[in-house]
């Protein structure tokens, strides 16, 4: 893993191959490795950074008073694009969808195409079952550590306020382990958690920042999961009816971590995305 300082602390990522960059962004209390399903299976040519963003399971935590709530994550996903030096990116939203908000706050100057899996969009903040679950524990004293050891459990980890609406398939407990200990180990990464999870969360902002990708013009691909209860599937068609460049595709079998489901449909259509020439505009 690598190390770059931005205004809010030090980011982790990993980074692999050359070429025009493809940033894989990630979840609420997840990382990086939720890609290494699909990352060995997209194409050469690329760069690939994964960065570990301060949602939870990040292992260095952030500066003391940093701005964690929604528009300061999405600051923070801009200015890991600057202290990279990362030009005509392709950027990958799945799960959290904040970073769709780059172009409503102006900040999308570095992104030249997008793909957008089952994300949050429009007034879906925090998001179904899962969502609404995570808000309570982030309410309740000592809620987040409680939420973090069931999701430690196999069986409890399958109840849909945890991960049973997020994957068809089970989460292996390498991975939920991997995910919840920074949690529940480091009181400040629960502070960092909290500062997000207790910020504001106004509907009609969220839904007005969403619809300014109007105004990307750059291509982008919906990879929607029609099987998910959690991410509406208008979403995703609104998305891409919206998106001037935008097209639709789907992941059959899979719910909103379809890169854990079906891993290699996912890889094949990003693939497809990232090699097919660019629309003309």
Same mark, same amino acid.
């Given at each position: 893993?690598?190390?770059?300082?931005?205004?809010?602390?030090?980011?982790?990522?990993?980074?692999?191959?050359?070429?025009? =960059?493809?940033?894989?962004?990630?979840?609420?209390?997840?990382?990086?490795?939720?890609?290494? $399903?699909?990352?060995?299976?997209?194409?050469? &040519?690329?760069?690939?950074?994964?960065?570990?963003?301060?949602?939870?399971?990040?292992?260095?935590?952030?500066? =003391?008073?940093?701005?964690?709530?929604?528009?300061?994550?999405?600051?923070?996903?801009?200015?890991?694009?600057?202290?990279?030096?990362?030009? &005509?990116?392709?950027?990958?939203?799945?799960?959290?969808?904040?970073?769709?908000?780059?172009?409503?706050?102006?900040?999308?100057?570095?992104?030249?195409?997008?793909?957008?899996?089952?994300?949050?969009?429009?007034?879906?903040?925090?998001?179904?079952?899962?969502?609404?679950?995570?808000?309570?524990?982030?309410?309740?004293?000592?809620?987040? $550590?409680?939420?973090?050891?069931?999701?430690?459990?196999?069986?409890?980890?399958?109840?849909?306020?945890?991960?049973?609406?997020?994957?068809?398939?089970?989460?292996?407990?390498?991975?939920?382990?991997?995910?919840?200990?920074?949690?529940?180990?480091? =009181?400040?990464?629960? $502070?960092?958690?909290?500062?997000?999870?207790?910020?504001?969360?106004?509907?009609?902002?969220?839904?007005?920042?969403?619809?300014?990708?109007?105004?990307?013009?750059?291509?982008?691909?919906?990879?929607?999961?029609?099987?998910?209860?959690?991410?509406?599937?208008?979403?995703?068609?609104?998305?891409?009816?919206?998106? =001037?460049?935008?097209?639709?595709?789907?992941?059959?079998?899979?719910?909103?971590?379809?890169?854990?489901?079906?891993?290699?449909?996912?890889?094949?259509?990003?693939?497809?995305?990232?090699?097919?020439?660019?629309?003309?505009?």
């Amino acid at each position: 893993m690598r190390n770059v300082a931005l205004p809010a602390g030090v980011i982790e990522y990993d980074e692999t191959g050359s070429g025009p =960059p493809v940033v894989l962004l990630h979840g609420l209390l997840m990382d990086h490795t939720l890609w290494d $399903r699909v990352l060995p299976l997209l194409p050469q &040519g690329f760069t690939y950074v994964r960065p570990v963003l301060p949602l939870g399971a990040h292992r260095l935590p952030m500066n =003391p008073g940093a701005d964690l709530t929604l528009r300061g994550q999405v600051r923070l996903v801009a200015d890991f694009l600057d202290a990279l030096d990362l030009d &005509g990116v392709t950027l990958v939203h799945t799960d959290w969808g904040g970073a769709l908000f780059l172009t409503a706050h102006g900040m999308d100057r570095r992104i030249a195409r997008q793909v957008i899996l089952p994300c949050e969009a429009f007034g879906n903040f925090p998001p179904g079952l899962p969502g609404k679950m995570v808000t309570l524990a982030a309410h309740v004293p000592g809620g987040l $550590r409680l939420a973090a050891r069931q999701l430690r459990i196999g069986p409890l980890r399958r109840l849909p306020m945890l991960l049973g609406q997020m994957t068809r398939r089970p989460v292996p407990d390498a991975l939920a382990h991997r995910w919840t200990e920074p949690l529940l180990n480091d =009181p400040r990464i629960r $502070r960092d958690l909290l500062a997000y999870c207790r910020g504001p969360f106004d509907k009609k902002e969220l839904v007005r920042d969403t619809e300014a990708l109007r105004r990307f013009t750059g291509d982008a691909l919906v990879l929607w999961s029609p099987d998910n209860r959690v991410m509406p599937l208008e979403h995703g068609r609104r998305l891409a009816e919206l998106l =001037p460049a935008g097209r639709y595709a789907e992941v059959p079998g899979a719910y909103v971590l379809s890169m854990l489901d079906e891993p290699e449909t996912v890889a094949r259509e990003i693939g497809r995305f990232l090699t097919s020439p660019s629309s003309a505009r």
